[in-house]
C-alpha cells in the first residue's frame, strides 16, 4: 500500500547551521505573523476577505523594500511554505476543525518546511543538505530509511528545550501483516488505561501525575523571576524539559501499546469516546488529558490501514458496562463506583471493565458480520 510517511529523528547543527536555521525560523514566523495580522486586519475592520495568491503577492513586494531586506539572506521556501501553513490554518478553521489561528512565539516551537526544491537528499550515503547551508546534517539515525521511498517535503523544528529535530515526509509503501489469530475488544480507562476483553489490565502510565510535582515547583520558581532576565530563561528551560519528558513517556507509551495490538490481533474493537465532552468533567479532565485516548485511536487507526487489520469504532452509547456478556441482560442503572456486579437474571459476577470489554468485542464482531445494529462506526476493514 502506498501512503505518505515522515521519519523523524534528532539531529546536532554546527553553529553555522544554527545560526542558518534560527535566521530561517525567525523569518518564516515573522512572515507567518504578519500575513495572520493582515487578513485578520482585513476582515474586522473591512469585511475583506484575503487569499493565498494575495498573501503571495503581499510577501513579493516586502521583499523588494529594503527595509525588510535580511527576509532575502535566508531560502525562499520555508518563508513561501509559512504562507501555505496559514491558508491550511484557515481552512481548518472555516471546516471546524480547528480554532482561528493564532500567532506564533519566539518562546515556542520554532518549525521550517522545506520543499523539495530546496534540500539535497542522497539516499545511498543517507545525508540531508538544506538549502543555504554547506554541510550536510549531523543526524542520529535511529531508523533506516527505506531506499524506495521518496522524500518531498522537509521540516526542521527546534522545541522550547532546544532540542533539534528533522521529519522526513515521504511517499513510502509498507506492506501488510501476515494475518493474526487473535480477536480483542478494548475498555479505556483512567485507573488501567487499556482493559482486554482476554482479561488483561494494562496500567494507565500517569505521565502527568509523576511529574506534576516537580513541574508544580519549577512553575512557582519561573513565576517569581524577573522578565528578561538570564535567571527565568534558565527557569523556563528547567520547565520546558518536563513537559517535553512528560511528553516523550507518552508518545512512547501509546506507540508501543498500539503497534503491540496491531500485531497480535486482527480485529479491535473499542469504544468510540467523545474526548473533548468527557473533558468538561473538571473532575476527570486532568486526567483524561493525561491518558492520551484521542491519540492512541489516532495511532491504532493508521496502523490499522497501513498493515491489513480491522478497527471497528463501537457506539458510545453502547451499555457495554452494563450489559451481561453472559446472558445479554441490561441492568438499568450501574453508578461508576460499582466495579463488580452480579447478573440478576444468570448470576455471573463480571468486573465492570473486562465485562465492558467482552461485549465491546462481541457488539464489533455484530458489526463486522452486520448482524447487529449498535450504530458503529467501522473505520478500516
Known sequence: MDVKRAYKFRFYPTPEQETTLARTFGCARFVYNLMLRLRTDAWSQRQESINYNQTSAA????????????????????????????QAAFANFFARRAGYPTFKSKHGQQSATYAASAFTWDSGKSTLVL????????????????????????????????????????????SALAEASGDIGLDLGLTHFAILSTGEKIAAPRTFQKNEAKLAKLQRRLAKKQKGSSNRAKARLKVARIHARISDARRDFLHKLSTRLIR?????????????????????????????????????????????????????????????????????????SVREWSCPECGAV??????????????????????ESVSPVQAYA
Request: contains cysteine; charged residues 20%.
Open 59 to 86: 510577501l513579493t513586494m516586502l521583499k523588494k523594500d529594503p527595509s525588510y531586506s535580511w527576509l532575502n539572506e535566508v531560502s525562499s521556501v520555508p518563508i513561501q511554505q509559512a504562507l501555505r501553513h496559514l
Open 131 to 174: 538549502a543555504k547551508t554547506k554541510d550536510p546534517l549531523a543526524i542520529r539515525w535511529s531508523r533506516t530509511i527505506p531506499k524506495a521511498a521518496k522524500i518531498t517535503t522537509v521540516t526542521v523544528t527546534k522545541d522550547t528545550t532546544g532540542r533539534n529535530f528533522v521529519s522526513l515526509f515521504s511517499d513510502d509503501a509498507v
Open 264 to 336: 497480535e490481533n486482527q480485529t479491535i474493537a473499542i469504544e468510540t469516546l467523545a474526548v473533548m465532552n468527557m473533558q468538561k468533567n473538571h473532575c476527570l479532565a486532568k486526567s483524561i488529558a493525561d491518558a492520551g485516548w484521542s491519540e492512541f485511536t489516532r495511532q491504532l487507526e493508521y496502523k490499522a490501514l497501513w498493515y491489513g487489520r480491522t478497527l471497528i469504532g463501537i457506539d458510545k452509547w453502547y451499555p457495554s458496562s452494563k450489559r451481561c456478556s453472559g446472558c445479554g441482560f441490561v441492568v438499568s442503572k450501574l453508578s461508576l
Open 350 to 371: 463480571h468486573d465492570r471493565d473486562i465485562n465492558a470489554a467482552c461485549n465491546i468485542l462481541a457488539a464489533g464482531l455484530a458489526v463486522s458480520a452486520l448482524g
